[in-house]
Every structure is written in C-alpha cells, then in structure tokens.
C-alpha cells in the first residue's frame, strides 16, 4: 500500500487508496463529463440509423417485387443485391461517427480554453494527462463499440421488418430466412471498426493537438494537410501530400481487407487480412505520430490558459 | 506549519516583468489579502501558486512544487478564479457528481446542504443562473471540499452587494477555522479590511508592503491636521499627504501617536488609503521604494 498517504490518520480512506485506483477513477469521471457535455456522440449515431432505418421502411414497400427479382439471379449476386443496404446501413453509421469524432475532438481542448471553464477543471486533482487521454478515449475506445451496438441493432430491426413485409406479401418463410446469412458477420464488423479507429487514430490525435494549440479557427488549421496538398499540386504539379492524405483517411481498406471479387459484397472472414494490417508501415507510423501528436497536447494543456 | 514559501520568484512575458524576484511566506491559519493595480502581478503569482503557470525561482506549496505536482496539490487546495469558471453547460447535479467521483475530499452532503439553503436547485444549468447564484455553487463546493489552502481571484467580481457580503461572511463563519489557510485578490479593498489577517501589497511584479493587520494598526498613523499645525506636521516627514474637504490628511509611518495628537485628530488609516498613500509614492517615484 501506499505509505505516503497514511501520514494523516483523519484522512478519508479513498485517501488511502493506491495511485492507481484514483487515477482510473479520475479517468472514468472525465469520461462521463465528456460525455454529458456532448451528447452528440450517442445522438448523432443514432440519428442516423433512425434515418436509415426510415429510409428502409419506405422502400420496403417495394420490397416484394424487387425480391422476387432477386431470387431469379445468380446466388452471388442474389447475395450482393440483398446485403447492399445493410452495407450502406453500417457505412451510413461508421461515417457519421467519424464525423462526430472529428468535430468533437476539434473542440475538445479549445471550448474549455474558450468558456475558461478550463480553470474549474484544473482545481480539480485530475492530471493533465488523464484530461487528455479521456478526450483522446472517445473516439477511439468509447464510440466503437457503441457504434458496433447500434449497427447491429439496426441490421436486425431491418432483418425484422424485411421478414414481417416479406411473410405479408406471401413469399414463403425458407426463401426468406436464409438471408440471415446475408448479414454481415458481427466480427467482420469488430474486426472493420479496430482497423478503421487504428487507422484513423492520428487524425483524432492531430485534431485534438489542433484544438489545445489554436487561439481561434481550429476548423482551418485541422485542413492544414488539405492546404498543404493543394500547394503541392498547384507548385510543383505533383499530389504526393494528396495520396497521404487520402491513404491515411482510406488506407485502411487496402491494409485492411481483401477487396472482394464481385463488386459491391460483403466482407466475408475469409478476406479479413489482419497480418497484413499488422505489419503495414503506415500503422505504426501512425500510432507513433498518434502518440507524439498526444503527448504535445498533454503539454500544451499544461502551459495554456484560457483564452 | 508554512503554507506558501516563495523564493527569488519570477515570471516574464515576453518584455513585461510580471513577477520580479518575489520572496513571500504565508503560515497556517493566515488570511492574506493581496492588492495591486491592475497588472502588478497579483494573478501571476497565484496562477504560480496553483500550477497553471510556470516560473524562475523556488515555490512550495503545502511542500509541493506546484507546476511539477499540480493534480497531487489539488487535493489541497481549492480555487475559485471569478465567477465565470464553472462549466456552463453543467447541470448542479452533474457538478456534484463530477467532483464526488474525481475529488477524494469532498462531502457531498455538505455541499447538498449549502446548497438546500440558495435557491440553486439541482436541476438547474450553470448557464440558466445568475452570476450570483453560480458563485452561491462555487461557494458550496469549495465549502464541501477539505482543503488545506483555498485561493480566490476577485472571487466577487460583477457581484452585487449582498452576494459580496453574503459571500464573505460565509467564507469566515462556515468555512475559516484557523487551520485553514486562505488567499486572495480583490479591487474590492475595502471589503476584505475586517476579513485578512495579513495584507500584501505588490507593484510592478514586486512586494511594495506585507505585514499583519495588527502590525499595520502599530506602525501606520493617519493624522487630519489642525490647519495651524499642518506645516509641523509636514517635518514630521510624513509619506503621503491628501487634501479632504480642504483639511490635509497626512500619513506616517512608525510616528509617535503622542507627537502626533498635538496637531489634530489620529486614526489608523483604512487599507485603501495606505494603499493609495503606497501606490502613489511609488507613481510618483518619490520613496517607495522605501517600503
């Protein structure tokens, strides 16, 4: 135990608790601050599966036609034609997420510069560092899987009303059921949304270094990548900054997956290449920048004060 | 047990000498008052003091160096900046919970209880409430939390009067028991008067005078002079002397009380007047340096 803090028999005991347990403590109420403080991060996925969800229901009215024109195709693409909008469904999702982790991250350390509410939350005995790291955690531990619970559950509830207009308009229940099948592996699925925050992990770095550094306009400094590649192209005719800007927002895909044959499958287990992943350059390199990318921005909190 | 020990103190920004060489100790169980024109230095030295900046020279907080152990030294110490600072988005419930989770000194109940007495209710927004009511909050919180060392930057800042006192009252009867040790700035000089123990003035990032209020009550003489005796008290070498309603007010350090009451009528001198007295010697480059 930690004899530092026993000194003072009146303390409380959560006094006498080990650093660590007050440390995750500290990490886990920063987490749910964050989290009231932006709703949007359980909203804005939701939204829009509500969205998608709706979208579906329309055109599900059609859907006993188009079904029995499916079932005249080939398996493959009987397959690649029912899976589509579940597809589309988890891109919808995935993207908006990364949408909202962008904007959050942009104003993650800047609002409470901004509002001065940065000087409540620095009399509080919570580290700099576990400031940071909360916000970093958003995006990158706390919205995947809660955009994995939403798409799943949206994949059923579309599952659901498929099979209800479906058994109404009279096609029999073994055409329908096997499409079961049809939805996306749950752990393609996980194994797409760690990939994808791995990849995707110095942008949310970036951003939020951005947002601790900036005085004002953190959104035109976050494009100072796009600015930079412009330039580029515009001097010297080349896009070398373009294709790492672009492989860093969509590299993932290539290192990530085996493209599929027919265009517009899914994913199947069989064409997820985590080796791959694993020894691709750009991931490490850009976990690295990640972690450098934090660490400035653990420091800069600690150097700047309101603005 | 000594709180606050400063040494060789110092912090500029870029050609501005915020802090010049500050050397300050402040013990247990002390109010002190720090006041200062406006860029002296006070919030310079008590962002120093509460690890929000950095610094030349030697600082201890309750044993600690404040820029290298902050989050460590925020178990001790509390702070209210102005009453702009709690996050305005925050409902009180949600700042109840937040700093019960991360703050292992706080006493909810305590703060539930302060609260029972406003008219802040949990439910409400920091942004619905007025300056007063969030200030009522801050009050609360701090009031809940065990700290060894409460700092406030012009805690009463856009306040209106009765907040101020209601304010400063609460901080003397509910929360000040001797052990605690509180600082804090204000342009309000004449309404910390009767609540420090100690008085710091500071100028230019340097301490003009600091010492107790006793101490002040034994060395500093106010004499409103008999127009016959004006000139005699003037060889008297007063350090500052104001016109009021046509009668001369003159200042004196260290003067005997006796000489003094031969030339007209004696009091101890209100801060805000040895203030002024300080400042505009200093302005006037005549003797403040003295001090």
């Known amino acids: 135990m ?39 991060i359980c909203f804005a996925p939701l939204a829009v599966a509500g969205v998608v969800l709706l979208g579906f229901s329309f055109s599900a009215i059609q859907l006993p036609q188009r079904r029995r024109a499916v079932l005249m195709l080939d398996e493959v693409h009987q397959r690649v034609a029912i899976q589509m909008p579940y597809d589309i469904a988890a891109a919808m999702i995935i993207l908006a997420a990364f949408i909202v982790g962008v904007i959050y991250c942009l104003d993650a350390l800047h609002g409470e510069r901004r509002d001065r509410s940065v000087l409540f939350w620095k009399s509080m005995p919570v580290s700099d560092l576990t400031a940071v790291l909360s916000k970093a955690s958003i995006p990158m531990l706390i919205m995947p899987p809660l955009i994995f619970v939403v798409i799943i559950a949206t994949h059923l509830i579309m599952l659901l009303l498929s099979t209800v207009i479906l058994l109404m308009s009279g096609l029999n229940a073994p055409t329908i059921w096997p499409q079961i099948r049809f939805l996306p592996p749950p752990l393609v699925l996980v194994y797409g949304l760690t990939v994808i925050v791995l990849w995707h992990a110095p942008i949310y770095a970036w ?12 959104f035109l400094w976050a494009l100072l990548p796009v600015a930079i590649g412009i330039f580029e192209r515009v001097a010297f005719g ?28 899914h994913i199947e287990l069989m064409q997820l290449t985590p080796g791959k992943f694993l020894s691709t350059p750009g991931l490490w390199i850009g976990l690295a920048f990640a972690a450098g990318f934090l660490a400035a921005a653990v420091r800069l909190r600690r150097y700047r004060g309101p603005i | 047990m000594t709180v606050i020990e400063a040494r060789g103190l110092r912090k500029v920004f870029g050609t501005s000498i915020a802090l010049d060489g500050v050397d300050l100790r402040v013990d247990e169980g002390r109010i002190l008052g720090i006041i200062g024109p406006n860029g002296a230095g006070k919030s310079t030295a008590l962002n120093a003091i509460l690890g929000l900046t950095p610094y030349e020279g030697e600082l201890r907080v309750l044993g600690r160096n404040p820029w290298t152990e902050r989050a460590l ?23 109840l919970d937040y700093v019960a989770g991360v703050h292992p000194r706080f006493r909810r109940a305590k703060a539930e209880g302060f609260l029972a007495k406003t008219a802040v209710r949990p439910a409400s927004k920091v942004r619905e409430m007025s300056k ?19 700092v406030l930057d012009e805690p009463t800042l856009g306040l209106d009067i009765l907040y101020r006192k209601h304010f400063y009252d609460s901080l003397l009867n509910d929360y000040f028991d001797h052990k605690r040790t509180i600082i804090m700035t204000t342009h309000q000089v004449e309404e910390i008067q009767d609540v420090v123990t100690d008085i710091l003035f500071i100028n230019r990032g340097r301490i003009m005078l600091n010492c107790s209020m006793e101490e002040i009550e034994k060395r500093y003489l106010e004499v409103m002079a008999h127009p016959e005796h004006v000139a005699a008290a003037r060889l008297l070498a007063p350090i500052h002397e104001r016109q009021v309603l046509g ?24 801060i805000a007047d040895l203030f002024i007295a300080m400042m505009g010697n200093e302005a006037g480059e005549s003797q403040g340096a003295a001090v």
């Open chain 2, 132 to 150: 007063g009511m969030a200030t009522q909050l801050h009050l609360a919180l701090v009031m809940a939390i065990d700290a060894k060392l409460l």
């Open chain 2, 247 to 270: 009668r001369s007010i003159l200042l004196f350090d260290r003067a005997d009380r006796f000489q003094l009451a031969a030339l007209g009528e004696v009091r101890t001198p209100s």
């Open chain 1, 207 to 218: 951003l939020l270094l951005v947002s601790g550094w900036a005085r004002r306009a953190t």
């Open chain 2, 73 to 95: 030294l925020m178990r001790d110490v509390c702070f209210i900046a102005d009453v702009t600072m709690l996050p305005r988005w925050m409902r009180v419930s949600q700042v």
């Open chain 1, 238 to 265: 080349s896009s070398h900054f373009g294709s790492f800007v672009r492989y860093r927002l969509i590299g993932w895909f290539d290192e990530g997956f085996i493209p599929p044959t027919v265009s517009g499958a």
């Open chain 1, 2 to 40: 930690n004899t530092q803090s026993n000194v003072e028999p009146e303390s409380p005991s959560s006094l006498n608790k080990p650093p660590a347990a007050s440390a995750s403590r500290a990490m886990y109420w920063s987490i749910r601050r964050e989290l009231w403080e932006n709703r949007s």
